[in-house]
């Protein structure tokens, strides 16, 4: 897309509510475009729901709508259409549907946030088209909608008109996309700023925390070298292996981590390769000795000393931990180290 000039009158963004949708969903877009008029953008934003009525979303707050879909006869610049819990329900109403078309046919952009994904396939909006979803129902938009090519990782997917995002604050990434196309960088990057997010996440969803709190850094090869990590811990990530994949030598490797990471590349790689262990750990039921093979520890002891080290507790302890809250069982903290 082109950026369009601010001096050419707003853009319209129509917000699609309705009962159950997902709160962030809805206010994560509406966030990015309220705050880039702050800085140099110029967006009108309007919610509307089927009959105009407010909505009650999952999380039991209610929304007003400002218009119902009959009164949208203008074409909008963005329509942004949400998720919610019971998306399952909403792919077999098929005068709900028929919004979704309807709304659509209205704008030069149509985007979801996360379930939202499956609102836009069941309209047949999607046939033929790349599009992403919420990492836990990738697999399930996949097998219901096989004419829809899935990318389970991506952040946000864009196909021609259609842009489609993935969990929940994925949202604000998408409509930080937007504000980009529509206004640049920089108004762009001083809406995320002001939000306190990533202007743009490196890598796809099974990205780690760990690389998004490393401040965003302006050398392009020490950002290939901490995307390449949090990619994949699991790689030959020593220093001078860094050094041979970017081109450069280990002493300014070395350099380039203590001034912009303010710590050693090799306790950035342990950092990244435990925040991965963590969420093997936290989400699967492979064995220890898988997880730390995975994730670059290579045999469980190893692992099992980062995890003391930085956490206090065993990756056992760990794991037990999110598998019951430790109410009446036995043995909930038996693998717990004494600080």
Not at 134 to 142: E, I, Y
Not at 159 to 179: E, H, R
């Amino acid at each position: 897309m082109n950026h369009r000039r601010p001096g050419r009158g707003p853009l319209t963004v129509t917000v699609f509510v309705f009962p159950g949708v997902r709160l962030l969903d809805v206010t994560g877009p509406i966030e990015v475009f309220a705050s880039a008029n702050e800085f140099g953008g110029r967006y009108r934003v309007q919610t509307v729901s089927e009959d105009g009525a407010e909505v009650i979303t999952s999380a039991g707050t209610r929304l007003s709508a400002d218009l119902r879909v009959d009164d949208v006869r203008e074409p909008c610049d963005v329509l942004v259409v949400p998720g919610g819990p019971e998306w399952e329900t909403l792919i077999k109403d098929d005068a709900f549907l028929d919004v979704v078309r309807r709304l659509h046919e209205k704008a030069r952009c149509t985007a979801s946030v996360c379930t939202g994904a499956f609102l836009l396939a069941a309209a047949g909006l999607l046939d033929g088209r790349r599009a992403a979803t919420h990492w836990r129902h990738s697999q399930q938009l996949a097998l219901r909608f096989p004419s829809v090519r899935v990318e389970p990782d991506a952040i946000f997917v864009r196909d021609g008109q259609m842009m489609t995002s993935a969990g929940v604050s994925a949202g604000i990434d998408l409509s930080l996309a937007l504000v980009e196309d529509h206004y640049g960088a920089e108004v762009a990057r001083a809406v995320a700023k002001d939000m306190v997010v990533f202007m743009q996440r490196p890598g796809g969803q099974s990205q780690f925390s760990v690389r998004s709190q490393v401040p965003h850094s302006p050398r392009e090869t020490l950002r290939r070298v901490l995307d390449e990590v949090a990619e994949n811990p699991g790689a030959n990530h020593t220093v001078s292996a860094m050094a041979r994949r970017a081109g450069i030598s280990v002493r300014h490797v070395t350099r380039l981590f203590y001034e912009e990471v303010r710590t050693t590349p090799a306790r950035y790689v342990e950092q990244v390769r435990l925040e991965a262990a963590r969420v093997l750990l936290e989400t699967g039921d492979d064995s220890m000795a898988v997880v730390a093979r995975r994730t670059g520890f290579g045999s469980p002891e190893s692992m099992r000393r980062a995890f003391v080290r930085h956490l206090a507790v065993t990756p056992g302890a760990y794991r037990a931990s999110f598998r019951t809250t430790g109410v009446g069982t036995k043995d909930s903290v038996s693998e717990a180290v004494s600080p």
